[in-house]
């Protein structure tokens, strides 16, 4: 078995001692971050890329998975104890998990969320070496006609499933590809977009992106609302732990959230926050204590964390297998392999199989060690609860400006950055989604070189591009992602129902 | 601003920003190689963000409802983005150290903290361990200022 013998080597690298340190690092500083409101895995991996910058590039990718997988169990404990959901693919959580610790059983509610995020987290990872073998087999066979269609799925897919307006994720979109497009063109070598400032010749970078629209917006976000942020906390009563028949109920539970979660995360451009509002509409349907939901109902935990855990794993299979990101985050990734001169897809998996092998058994022991972390030591966490918000709120700004700054040692970053924080703010108030600009960003000049380089192979011919066979097909799948809002808009219209208004919400992550 | 539509005032913003994008799009020199010149896709994307600022009118003009906004807190909102800006664009000329901490503190009481020693004690240790961690840790360097470190 070839998939053993790369899983196994993969052990070999990520068990070394240093190797294991990295990860440990990775899952705590996840995890802590994670559990912090306002703050998701996006921004999570975007503060803390300056960490991995003096590590080797293996050392680094371990570090982040543990980062990544950190930041989506963080968030769990955030929404179950506080009102206020650490990050959006948690907002589902809060639902049941809050009424749950309301009543006093936030034990039970924790517990259920970290075992579910373990099951899932280490099933998707296994569906992630599955689907990223075999997709790397095939994408191989992918030329940039079929790349530039698949990116366009992306790009459609995310554009159609966030946010309330289509036009305004539809400007949010195009916002990101116009950024991404900024600086030196590198087939010939022109300047684009530049508008005669020097500085942005070496473009923008996407963590100025996550940087600016996540995190400067989230703080000037929290001093518009100052006097009417109003936060309850609940405390843990009693064990971290679930009674036998609360268990019981669970199981089913996590296996579903699992499967949805993996399936709707490898999914280009539909999120995390996606996969769990969906987890937790089945829970309801199949589930036999449907009076429960929205009470305090232990299924409407158990899936949906389940499903925004599995979908983190999801959201790699594009990302290692072709190299394309289909969330905010995964974008974030990208750029992150980038900075090391290192492109993600199936070429990866032949010239370093020590980096994709290792980063995915580091993914196996960074869910071990966060069922670890979040069993017992729950407690540990909940008292990052307790820093001042003003204090928590500076030090944001603080942490951004050393992570834009550490990137290129550029003060006219630190002006970008700004300004990015402006516009994220007046988009976040207005209902423009933030995920799709950051995957524009990142898109932006992979789109503009798979097309110019397919432009080469049908010697110009656009219409012999896109009906190459693979191609038309693939954009098909585009077409039907620009339908599917108006398809869900006239079905909830019929049906009268808000839960898939609720369905659309964006989805930094 | 209250008795205007944002999605209209937002319109128009986004056409604005088209408009300097699709010039600076058709504006980008065509060094003749290739097949595809480097204008294409930038003019593309202008135009298409000023067809998504047209949609967005007409939505708005329709009657689409115009998003629910809170009425911002004008005082910690402005001196929020004034000393953001500020510390942003001394980071460098006055270094990391100087910057940081002036900033962290005058931020936590902009945001409403009011334990003024409390908060200079939590911004000195913050910012030696973030320094320690990062110039001497992880050796990335950040900006010194008139300090000699």
Redesign the interface.
């Known amino acids: 078995m070839e998939l053993v013998n790369s899983l196994l080597g993969g052990f070999a690298t990520a068990l070394t001692p240093a190797n294991l340190l990295y990860a440990g690092i990775g899952v705590l500083l996840g995890t802590a971050i994670g559990v912090l409101p306002g703050i998701g895995p996006a921004l999570t991996i975007s503060l803390l890329l300056?960490?991995t910058?003096?590590l080797d590039p293996v050392g680094a990718f371990i570090m982040f998975g543990g980062i990544y997988y950190g930041a989506m169990y963080g968030g769990s404990t955030t929404s179950i104890l506080v009102n206020a959901p650490g990050e959006s693919a948690s907002v589902v959580t809060a639902l049941d998990g809050y009424q749950m610790a309301k009543q006093g059983r936030a034990g039970a509610a924790l517990a259920t969320s970290a075992i579910g995020s373990f099951v899932a987290g280490t099933l998707a990872t296994i569906g992630l070496m599955v689907f990223a073998t075999i997709l790397v087999e095939q994408a191989v066979k992918l030329g940039p006609p079929e790349l530039f269609a698949i990116m366009i799925v992306a790009l459609s897919a995310v554009t159609s499933l966030s946010g309330t307006?289509?036009?305004?994720s539809?400007?949010a979109t195009?916002?990101g590809?116009?950024l991404g497009?900024v600086g030196l063109?590198n087939?010939?070598?022109?300047?684009?977009?530049?508008?005669g400032i020097n500085e942005l010749e070496e473009g923008i970078d996407v963590v100025l992106g996550a940087i600016g629209l996540f995190a400067?917006s989230e703080?000037?976000w929290?001093?518009?609302?100052?006097?009417?942020q109003d936060e309850h906390r609940e405390s843990i009563k009693g064990p971290v732990w679930m009674t036998r028949n609360e268990f019981r109920r669970s199981v089913p539970s996590w296996l579903r959230g699992s499967g949805i979660g993996f399936f709707i995360g490898a999914l280009p451009g539909a999120g995390a926050t996606i996969a769990s509002f969906m987890s937790y509409a089945i829970e309801k349907r199949v589930s036999k204590h449907k009076a429960e939901f929205g009470k305090g109902a232990i299924e409407g935990v158990a899936g949906p964390e389940a499903a925004n855990n599995a979908a983190a794993g999801g959201h790699l299979v594009p990302l290692l297998g072709l190299g394309i990101p289909g969330s905010g985050t995964t974008a974030v990734m990208l750029a992150a392999f980038q900075i090391y001169g290192l492109q993600p897809g199936p070429l990866l998996f032949t010239t370093r199989p020590d980096l994709v092998w290792g980063l995915i058994a580091s993914l196996y022991l960074a869910n071990v060690m966060l069922l670890v972390l979040n069993l017992p030591l729950v407690g540990m966490w909940v008292k990052l609860l307790d820093i001042?918000?003003?204090?928590l709120?500076?030090?944001i700004?603080?942490?951004s400006?050393?992570g834009v700054?550490?990137l290129n040692?550029n003060?006219f970053d630190?002006?970008v950055?700004?300004v990015l924080?402006?516009i994220g703010f007046l988009m976040k108030?207005?209902?423009?989604p933030l995920g799709p600009v950051i995957l524009g960003i990142v898109l932006?000049p992979l789109?503009?070189n798979n097309?110019?380089r397919g432009?080469?192979m049908t010697?110009?011919n656009f219409v012999a591009m896109l009906t190459r066979p693979a191609t038309a097909v693939i954009l098909g799948i585009a077409l039907l992602f620009l339908v599917l809002p108006f398809a869900i808009r006239l079905y909830g219209r019929a049906r009268g129902r808000t839960d898939l208004a609720m369905l659309t919400e964006q989805d930094p992550g | 601003m209250t008795s205007r539509n944002?999605?209209l005032v937002?319109a128009v913003l986004?056409a604005v920003?088209a408009l300097?994008?699709i010039a600076?799009?058709v504006t980008?020199?065509?060094?003749g190689?290739?097949?595809?010149s480097?204008?294409v896709?930038?003019t593309l994307?202008?135009v298409?963000?000023l067809a998504?600022?047209v949609?967005?009118a007409v939505?708005a003009l329709r009657g689409?409802p115009p998003?629910k906004?809170?009425p911002?807190?004008r005082q910690?909102?402005g001196?929020?983005?004034v000393s953001?800006?500020a510390?942003?664009?001394a980071?460098?000329p006055l270094g990391?150290i100087i910057s940081?901490t002036a900033?962290?503190i005058a931020?936590?009481?902009?945001?409403?903290?009011r334990?003024l020693v409390r908060?200079s004690i939590?911004?000195v240790l913050?910012?030696a361990a973030?320094y320690l961690l990062?110039v001497q840790g992880?050796?990335?360097?950040?900006?010194k200022g008139p300090l000699p470190f």
């Open positions: 300056p960490l910058f003096s307006s289509v036009p305004k539809v400007f195009l916002l590809l116009g497009l063109d087939q010939t070598g022109q300047l684009r977009l530049t508008f400067l703080v000037f929290y001093a518009a609302t100052l006097r009417s001042p918000k003003p204090l709120f500076a030090g700004t603080v942490i400006a050393i700054y550490s040692r003060a630190l002006v950055v700004f924080g402006v108030r207005y209902d423009y932006g789109i503009d097309l110019r432009m080469i010697d110009g | 944002p999605d937002g986004i920003l300097v994008i600076g799009g980008t020199p065509d060094p190689f290739g097949v595809v480097p204008a896709l930038p994307v202008g298409l963000m998504s600022a949609w967005l939505d689409a998003p906004t809170e911002i807190d910690p909102f001196y929020t983005i953001t800006a510390f942003l664009l980071f460098v990391f940081a900033f962290l931020q936590a009481r902009i945001l409403g903290s334990h908060d939590a911004s913050f910012i973030l990062f992880l050796t990335i360097p950040l900006p």
